[in-house]
């Protein structure tokens, strides 16, 4: 009886990483050979008032540097306003943001996050914006990021997701942050635009119309992932997200494990939660032809890849000690197209920065996931905010 229950479940296990693997595979394939965009950027003769949204929740290391660099874009002065949502920033910091010519708004919250300071700051802005583009404190647009966003609205686009790539390579841990970044941009942007899918949002770099954000952003009160809560409720409204691979937004990896801990325990929270809340309406939503949604739910029950290459790893080694070489041999097929897809996913230039340094410091991290599942109970009641440094 035990022996059918083992392979009972090795079976089960073999049947989702391969479903997984394949999945990542074909669109780290797509990714490769079409086109990204179903919209393409256009040239506008109508500049739209467009309004960039920093929320800062304690960011006095960078905050001052993304305000100075948000106004250097090449899109005309006139047309954009950079208003940065001050939330426990020094006394200083804040009178250094007001010498600049942004808009400062000073809030302040019993339990801080990132939904809270959008909305304080929707509630009070005017509605004569045509876009809002939403930055993390760190994050800096490239000079014709805003550019870019008005020409993809030109073309149809009422939600865009920027290209973000890593300031930073100074550490091992940032390198390995910098190529999971790019992967997703890969597989879950530059992928599914080419087979006629919505990219991904990751709740920075982003823009949106700005009467739709104004619309949905009341109902959402996430204290963290508010960007899937968002993402959901458009996808159920069955909108379109388009990715601009060239709208380019520089954002700062982790540097240590402690951080990369702190960071992935909220986002594994935010991931449990919104499966838990999204998988009847995803099987729903597949039945009733919403592919978007479904495609979404279903990113929600994949491991993150960092397990799944530790988890694929064990059991390759498990099979070989145990002699079971069948199951060996199929752990190890899954295991090769993964880091085919890996391969595929990741621009060379990341790919010549990974050293013996950074593949040591992968079974690191998997112990750091590992606890970060184990700690994700703290992020349902409080926002884990990820401290940055690079200036």
């Known amino acids: 009886m035990f022996i059918l229950i083992l392979q009972l479940i090795s079976s089960l296990l073999l049947a989702y990483g391969a479903i997984v693997v394949i999945y990542l595979l074909f669109f780290a394939v797509a990714g490769r050979f079409r086109r990204s965009n179903r919209i393409i950027e256009t040239s506008s003769a109508i500049t739209r008032r467009m309004v960039v949204l920093i929320p800062a929740y304690k960011e006095d290391a960078v905050i001052l540097e993304t305000a100075r660099q948000s106004l250097g874009q090449t899109y005309p002065a006139s047309c954009y306003d950079i208003v940065v949502i001050a939330d426990s920033l020094r006394a200083e910091t804040v009178w250094q943001l007001q010498t600049m010519p942004i808009q400062v708004m000073e809030v302040q919250f019993e339990k801080s996050s990132k939904a809270k300071a959008l909305n304080m700051a929707l509630a009070e802005l005017p509605g004569s914006y045509d876009v809002a583009v939403v930055l993390d404190a760190d994050n800096i647009m490239a000079p014709d990021f805003l550019e870019r966003v008005n020409g993809a609205v030109a073309g149809g686009a009422r939600i865009i997701q920027g290209h973000r790539v890593a300031k930073n390579t100074d550490s091992a841990v940032a390198v390995l942050d910098a190529i999971s970044e790019e992967i997703n941009n890969h597989i879950f942007r530059q992928g599914h635009g080419a087979v006629g899918l919505s990219a991904a949002l990751i709740g920075s770099g982003t823009a949106f119309e700005y009467g739709l954000l104004r619309t949905i952003m009341p109902d959402i009160k996430a204290l963290g992932g508010f960007d899937k809560e968002l993402e959901m409720r458009l996808l159920q409204q069955r909108f379109k997200f388009v990715y601009l691979p060239d709208a380019l937004v520089y954002d700062e990896k982790v540097p240590d494990e402690a951080i990369f801990e702190r960071q992935r325990t909220r986002w594994i929270a935010a991931q449990y939660k919104y499966f838990r809340l999204n998988a009847v309406g995803g099987l729903r939503a597949l039945l009733t032809?919403?592919?978007?949604?479904?495609?979404?739910?279903?990113?929600?029950?994949?491991?993150?890849?960092?397990?799944?290459?530790?988890?694929?790893?064990?059991?390759?080694?498990?099979?070989?000690?145990?002699?079971?070489?069948?199951?060996?041999?199929?752990?190890?097929?899954?295991?090769?197209?993964?880091?085919?897809?890996?391969?595929?996913?990741?621009?060379v230039g990341l790919l010549r920065q990974v050293g013996p340094t950074e593949l040591l410091k992968l079974p690191v991290l998997f112990a750091h996931f590992l606890r970060s599942i184990y700690r994700m109970r703290t992020a349902r009641t409080q926002f884990l905010h990820t401290p940055h440094t690079v200036k």
């Open 289 to 347: 032809g919403n592919i978007d949604y479904a495609d979404k739910v279903f990113q929600t029950m994949m491991l993150p890849r960092v397990l799944l290459l530790g988890g694929l790893l064990l059991g390759l080694l498990i099979g070989l000690l145990a002699q079971s070489y069948v199951f060996a041999g199929l752990v190890g097929v899954e295991l090769l197209l993964l880091l085919v897809t890996f391969y595929l996913a990741t621009p």
